[in-house]
């Protein structure tokens, strides 16, 4: 397993942990019918990019796919910058970046001028935070953050010692 693809366990764990990722979130949104702010949907941006280069990583050649997958600690790196903004959001520490996260702003002097104006999709500000468990006041913006801090400690960590075991498994 080690000259061709011993790489391809530590791949499949960064897919998988991609999908969990954007599973918890398409759940939320599709069934949970819980609305996704606009930094929300920027902090899918990471795991889908991860998702695809894992993926493509798996099936390439493991030097190759060695080098690649070391390009995924960017995505994840971003996905914790992106959280630690949006929990400041949410704190209030400092206003979103963002122009959509924001209240939208009804404006006209008729009825029909207002209504006009009004988006076709109702959004969600960033500020207000979406708690999942309840009773823990840890919103999905934070959780998402150390899941992704979780994931990338795995990766440099322990990616010596998930190739030695998943290598003793299958070999």
Known sequence: MRGSH????????????????????????????????ELCLWERWPWRLLLGTAIVAAVLPDKVARQLLWLTVPFMVADIGLSICHVGVEWQWWPSPLPACHAPHIYGRTMAERLASMPLLPSKPCDAATYLVPGVPVS???????????????????RKKLERVTRRIFH
């Open 140 to 158: 999905m913006a934070a959780m998402g953050g150390l899941y992704a801090a979780i994931v990338l400690w795995v990766f440099v960590v322990w």
């Open 6 to 37: 011993a790489s391809r366990p530590l791949a499949l764990f960064l897919a998988g942990a991609a999908l969990l990722a954007l599973g918890v979130v398409w759940y939320t949104q599709h069934v949970l019918q819980i609305m996704p702010c």
